[in-house]
């Protein structure tokens, strides 16, 4: 009787053992799923960031290749309407420059004439006269005319 009763439970034993195997196989598989989709999904997200810079590339590629073709066809069309037109064309720029700093300065003469006629200490009115956005403005005008043109002779 005792050795039915241990064959029984041995044998349920014996039969439950697989079972729990196989619970516990498929639980690290679940595990390793999970990773790999992790994996994935890290890959896939580096992959977009990749494809996104180079799609990026492309576009500013293309609007490099655009802005000369502009520049390339308004000089040929400042060519063929003569040198008049040309040399018109070629001023506007820095007489736009001249005119602003013109008006700029008229400004800011006019606000520190203000300031002294209502008896403002010339030392306040001098520093308080010049911002960072004054300062800001002034390195984008040079930045334009001077460090503009030394990249322009360095790229040819």
């Keep these: 009787m005792l050795e039915t009763l241990?064959?029984?439970?041995?044998?349920?034993?014996?039969?439950?053992?697989?079972?729990?195997?196989k619970l516990l196989d498929a639980k690290s598989e679940r595990e390793h799923e999970l990773q790999m989709l992790s994996k994935e999904m890290d890959f896939a997200k580096i992959k977009?960031?990749?494809?996104?810079?180079?799609?990026?590339?492309a576009?500013?590629?293309?609007?490099?290749?655009?802005?000369?073709?502009?520049?390339?066809?308004?000089?040929e069309t400042a060519r063929a309407a003569g040198k008049f037109v040309s040399?018109?064309?070629?001023?506007?720029?820095?007489?736009?420059?001249?005119?602003?700093?013109?008006l700029y300065s008229a400004v800011k003469i006019a606000t520190m004439l203000v300031a002294f006629a209502d008896n403002g200490?010339?030392?306040?009115?001098?520093?308080?006269?010049w911002t960072k956005d004054d300062m800001a403005l002034l390195m984008m005008i040079l930045t334009?005319?001077?460090?503009?043109?030394?990249?322009?002779?360095n790229k040819q």
């Design 6 to 21: 241990l064959g029984s439970l041995m044998g349920g034993v014996f039969r439950i053992i697989p079972e729990v195997m």
């Design 48 to 57: 977009g960031e990749i494809s996104m810079r180079e799609a990026e590339t």
């Design 59 to 75: 576009l500013t590629s293309q609007e490099l290749v655009s802005m000369a073709n502009a520049i390339q066809e308004q000089g």
């Design 87 to 102: 040399a018109i064309s070629a001023l506007v720029r820095p007489l736009v420059t001249y005119w602003f700093v013109v």
């Design 121 to 129: 200490n010339w030392k306040e009115v001098l520093i308080n006269s």
């Design 144 to 153: 334009f005319w001077f460090v503009g043109r030394v990249w322009e002779r």
